[in-house]
């Protein structure tokens, strides 16, 4: 594994150096044909890019840490008479929205928190 991404440092700083070339090319050599060398440049970058595109990304995505499971709870409450109760987070949820009628008064229920605790998975 650490030789694969060492190839795709190697490779990024190939990249790197090119474009580095072609700067200085840019700079110091106004009068030399600047559009060939900037195709020939552009060329080689994008042949090496397609050609280790997806061995960069598999690396890339095989060293990131596994995804965080969160288990969201909304808290709902009454206005009138205090009752709470909870549920899953649904997306679109926040605080202060309407979330229908209390069971016990009939008054209006709105959220009055969310939060987020780890998944037990």
């Not at 110091?28 to 960069?56: C, R, T």
């Not at 679109?92 to 037990?120: H, L, N, R, T, W």
């Amino acid at each position: 594994m650490s030789s694969q991404l060492e190839k795709a440092k190697y490779i990024s700083s190939l990249l790197s150096l090119l474009l580095i070339l072609l700067l200085f090319i840019f700079i110091f050599y106004p009068d030399f044909n600047v559009k060939l060398v900037s195709l020939i440049l552009a060329l080689a970058i994008g042949v090496l890019y397609f050609k280790y595109e997806d061995k960069i990304r598999k690396i890339a995505s095989s060293q990131l840490p596994p995804t965080l499971q969160l288990k969201g709870t909304t808290v709902i409450k009454c206005l009138n008479c205090s009752y709470t109760t909870e549920r899953n987070y649904i997306e679109g949820d926040y605080i202060m929205k309407e979330a229908g009628e209390c069971p016990k008064c009939k008054g209006q229920m709105v959220i009055s928190k969310i939060f987020f605790e780890k998944s037990s998975k």
